[in-house]
């Protein structure tokens, strides 16, 4: 390799858009640390872009600019790469805030690299295993439902079981960006996961996608129920092995709803947070797997 290998972010990412939510992003797995501050780019209502291989981070937000402008994706990537030198050593994935989808690699990437677009999708990869991981992640993404980051991540694990990065595993990421999408609705980062250093960096995000979607989706009314009966009985055990309720505390329903309130609080479910005398599953299960860890 080059003197320069060191700085090739070899990976294989897949940009998405999704027309009911108008949700875009990216997911991304390398064998390089911390490939989520290097690959992805995205701005709601304008687009999603990974940029790779000998990476040119500024294709984030010029591409970002561009799109914004009003050039199609594939208009976009042909000024990003017209405009710099080291194109060839480049890889890029871009799809626009109306699914239009463009690809890019260049002809000094190394092997195996390459890419391809379908309906509201790029997907692409370099020093692969083979041209496979590329086309599984494609064709998952196609054929999957759920949300955009279900089937971002989705498409990511099954690029991963056709063969993935051909030096291994290290780090992975997933951006998913929204109109008002992010905390509290103060900014459009719907989703920002990052797994830096990690031998299973899917399997991990996986992980660290449930429980973002645990703290910070709203309950399912099916789920919201009244604490009474098994329920009562599990979050009082639950309460005084975690310590939130004294073994000498009586059962009443006002220490049961301070040490629940104060349990909520210390595990950042105020989103989930119900009216006295009710309950969230997602919370009670977490509770009692807690308790009995």
């Not at 970002?64 to 402008?69: D, G, I, T």
């Not at 692409?124 to 083979?130: D, F, K, R, Y």
Request: charged share 25%; hydrophobic share 40%; net charge negative.
């Amino acid at each position: 390799m080059t003197k320069d290998s060191k700085h090739l972010v070899a990976t294989f990412s897949i940009v998405g858009f999704d027309p009911e939510t108008q949700e875009l992003g990216i997911a991304v797995q390398s064998k390089f640390l911390g490939v989520g501050a290097v690959v992805p780019w995205a701005k709601a209502g304008v687009g999603a872009i990974a940029t790779q291989s000998f990476a040119n981070t500024s294709y984030g937000p010029k591409g970002l600019a561009l799109l914004e402008s009003g050039l199609s994706a594939q208009e976009t990537l042909d000024k990003l790469v017209a405009e710099d030198e080291g194109r060839m050593m480049r890889q890029v994935g871009i799809v626009d805030a109306q699914g239009r989808a463009a690809t890019f690699t260049g002809d000094a990437c190394y092997e195996w690299a390459g890419g391809q677009t379908g309906p509201n999708y790029a997907a692409q990869g370099n020093i692969l295993v083979g041209r496979e991981t590329v086309e599984a992640m494609g064709q998952t993404f196609e054929q999957s439902q759920g949300s955009l980051a279900e089937r971002l991540l989705q498409a990511l694990e099954a690029g991963q079981r056709a063969g993935g990065d051909k030096r291994g595993q290290q780090s992975a990421a997933l951006l998913v960006v929204k109109e008002k999408g992010g905390y509290a609705g103060f900014n459009d980062r719907a989703i920002d996961l990052r797994v830096d250093d990690h031998p299973e960096p899917i399997k991990e995000l996986f992980r660290l996608y449930h429980l973002h979607q645990l703290y910070f989706n709203k309950p399912k009314p099916e789920d919201i129920v009244p604490i009474e009966g098994e329920i009562r009985e599990g979050l009082l055990n639950g309460l005084r092995r975690l310590g939130y309720l004294k073994p000498e505390a009586r059962d009443s329903d006002a220490e049961l709803f301070q040490a629940l309130t104060a349990f909520i609080h210390t595990e950042n479910f105020e989103a989930r947070e119900q009216e006295r005398g009710k309950i969230d599953l997602a919370v009670y299960r977490y509770l009692l797997r807690k308790a009995d860890a």
